[in-house]
């Protein structure tokens, strides 16, 4: 590996926002809702929603809540949060004096350092990792709009987004149609199949071995797909690499208006986005099983808008939150925010590695090539597991930070990004 020459290391305790901290450290409890209904192995899937058809009134409860909040609307905003995080790790390198070139460098390095920890993550434990998809995008982003001006981060924002939008309304038109064929047409069949590819053999398989394979396969069509083809994550970080130039989450107070008006729009659409699936779920509404592809284009698209609501909410809460501190950060979250508020911050200063723990706590429990259990939960029982998953990474992040220990995949990623430390930071 070649050595980059920086004059400062990795961000320090005191220079850290809470917005963003507090909004990975919370958005990993609604990541850990949406993964875990993909382990429930034993039971048949609703091809339009991915959560199991037949339950008892709680699991219909329990999946309605995930349709309209949660499915397809964290990774949005974790995309957002990472390009945002990108700018500040640029603006903080070049305020030291780090050349620009450099300080680019030191960015593609991380991003394809985190498509490597996602291949290895999705071969090992998850299908679903979404690491991958990040460093893919950041490495195409960064390349291409990093260095462009203002103006043009929101035109390609408008390019990239226009074709999102008209192929959700065009689905939409091409999916009422459909739902007026039947089944067994040839042409309903190859939409159902195109639009909700299986993707779960690599949980339901008794062979570790075996998912590997089915793992990496859906691995690498997630990857291209999310990272690239949807438009979502890279429409995301052209917002991000704009919000993070006015620092919009580091000083939320001086953005009141605008996180006010992007939370209300945003959560609005992404809560109403959601809703003919979750009332279709429930059977409120009946679309037949071979149109109900028609959700996923909307689930993208207003989760895009729900992600973006997400993220301005958090800012104002991390706003409340500074505005409650008496002085500037000292060493311990929890004297200076308050052990809920420190605990979910504690989770977000250490998202990379509560987001890799969740699988550890998840993947040999839960699949049938492990110990099985996902056969035997349910949506309400699958969701409390996931609250547990997420409150053991808390106590986790807790007692690293009590500790003065930093994430061990945090420590990995910085040591393989900036190399050995040659002079105290």
Same mark, same amino acid.
């Given at each position: 590996?070649s050595?980059i020459?920086?004059i400062r290391? %990795?961000?320090?305790a005191a220079?850290?926002s %809470?917005a963003?901290?507090l909004?990975?450290g919370?958005?990993?409890?609604?990541?850990?809702?949406?993964?875990?209904t993909y382990?429930l192995?034993g039971?048949?899937?609703?091809p339009?929603?991915?959560?199991?058809?037949?339950?008892?009134?709680?699991d219909?409860v329990?999946?309605?809540?995930?349709?309209t909040?949660?499915?397809?609307?964290?990774?949005?905003?974790?995309?957002?949060?990472f390009?945002y995080g990108m700018?500040?790790l640029y603006n903080r390198?070049?305020?030291?004096?780090t050349?620009d070139a450099?300080a680019?460098s030191?960015l593609q390095?991380?991003n394809?350092?985190l498509?490597?920890?996602?291949?290895?993550h999705g071969?090992?434990?998850?299908m679903?990792d979404v690491?991958g998809?990040?460093g893919?995008?950041?490495?195409l982003?960064v @390349?291409?709009?990093f260095? /462009?001006?203002?103006?043009?981060?929101i035109v390609?924002?408008w390019?990239l987004g226009?074709?999102?939008?008209?192929?959700v309304v065009l689905?939409t /038109?091409g999916?009422?149609?459909?739902a007026?064929?039947?089944?067994?047409?040839p042409t309903?069949?190859?939409?159902?199949?195109a639009f909700?590819p299986s993707?779960?053999?690599? /949980?339901?398989t008794?062979?570790y071995l075996?998912?590997?394979g089915? &793992?990496?396969?859906?691995?690498?069509?997630g990857?291209?797909?999310?990272g690239?083809?949807t438009l979502v994550?890279?429409?995301m970080l052209?917002?991000a690499?704009?919000a993070?130039?006015r &620092?919009?989450?580091?000083? $939320?107070?001086e953005?009141l208006?605008?996180? &006010?008006?992007v939370?209300v729009?945003?959560?609005?659409l992404g @809560?109403?986005?959601?809703l003919p699936?979750?009332?279709?779920?429930?059977g409120?509404i009946?679309?037949p099983?071979?149109?109900a592809?028609?959700?996923?284009?909307v689930?993208?698209?207003?989760g895009f808008?729900?992600g973006?609501g997400?993220v301005a909410l958090?800012?104002?809460?991390?706003?409340?939150?500074?505005q &409650?501190r008496?002085? %500037? %950060?000292s060493?311990?979250?929890f004297?200076t925010?308050? $052990?809920f508020?420190?605990a979910?911050?504690?989770? +977000?200063?250490?998202?990379?590695?509560s987001y890799?723990?969740?699988?550890?706590?998840?993947a $040999?429990?839960?699949?049938?090539w492990?110990?099985g259990l +996902?056969?035997?939960?349910s949506? @309400?029982?699958?969701?409390?597991?996931?609250v547990?998953v @997420?409150g053991?990474?808390?106590?986790?992040a807790?007692?690293?930070?009590?500790?003065g220990?930093?994430? $061990?995949?945090?420590?990995?990623l910085?040591r393989l990004?900036y190399?050995?430390p040659t002079?105290p930071r």
């Amino acid at each position: 590996m070649s050595t980059i020459t920086l004059i400062r290391g %990795p961000v320090q305790a005191a220079e850290r926002s %809470p917005a963003p901290d507090l909004a990975r450290g919370f958005m990993l409890l609604l990541i850990a809702i949406a993964n875990t209904t993909y382990y429930l192995w034993g039971s048949e899937m609703n091809p339009g929603t991915s959560h199991p058809r037949d339950g008892s009134a709680v699991d219909k409860v329990a999946d309605f809540l995930s349709i309209t909040f949660v499915d397809m609307r964290t990774y949005p905003m974790f995309a957002f949060l990472f390009g945002y995080g990108m700018m500040q790790l640029y603006n903080r390198q070049v305020a030291s004096g780090t050349p620009d070139a450099i300080a680019r460098s030191l960015l593609q390095r991380r991003n394809g350092l985190l498509l490597a920890f996602g291949f290895v993550h999705g071969a090992l434990l998850w299908m679903g990792d979404v690491l991958g998809a990040y460093g893919l995008a950041g490495l195409l982003m960064v @390349w291409l709009f990093f260095q /462009v001006k203002d103006r043009t981060l929101i035109v390609w924002t408008w390019v990239l987004g226009a074709p999102a939008a008209l192929f959700v309304v065009l689905a939409t /038109v091409g999916g009422w149609f459909i739902a007026r064929l039947p089944a067994d047409d040839p042409t309903a069949r190859e939409m159902a199949a195109a639009f909700m590819p299986s993707d779960g053999e690599s /949980v339901s398989t008794t062979s570790y071995l075996a998912s590997i394979g089915w &793992r990496l396969a859906y691995w690498t069509l997630g990857t291209v797909g999310q990272g690239v083809l949807t438009l979502v994550v890279p429409v995301m970080l052209l917002l991000a690499f704009w919000a993070g130039r006015r &620092r919009i989450l580091e000083n $939320p107070g001086e953005h009141l208006p605008l996180l &006010r008006r992007v939370a209300v729009v945003g959560l609005t659409l992404g @809560w109403l986005g959601p809703l003919p699936a979750a009332l279709d779920h429930v059977g409120a509404i009946d679309v037949p099983d071979h149109a109900a592809w028609v959700f996923l284009p909307v689930q993208i698209l207003t989760g895009f808008f729900g992600g973006l609501g997400y993220v301005a909410l958090f800012g104002l809460i991390g706003h409340r939150v500074a505005q &409650r501190r008496s002085g %500037p %950060p000292s060493g311990n979250l929890f004297l200076t925010d308050g $052990p809920f508020t420190g605990a979910i911050q504690a989770v +977000g200063k250490r998202s990379l590695t509560s987001y890799l723990l969740q699988s550890v706590l998840c993947a $040999p429990v839960l699949a049938a090539w492990g110990l099985g259990l +996902g056969q035997y939960l349910s949506s @309400w029982s699958m969701l409390l597991y996931a609250v547990v998953v @997420w409150g053991l990474t808390v106590a986790f992040a807790v007692w690293q930070e009590r500790t003065g220990r930093r994430g $061990p995949a945090e420590v990995l990623l910085r040591r393989l990004v900036y190399g050995r430390p040659t002079a105290p930071r």
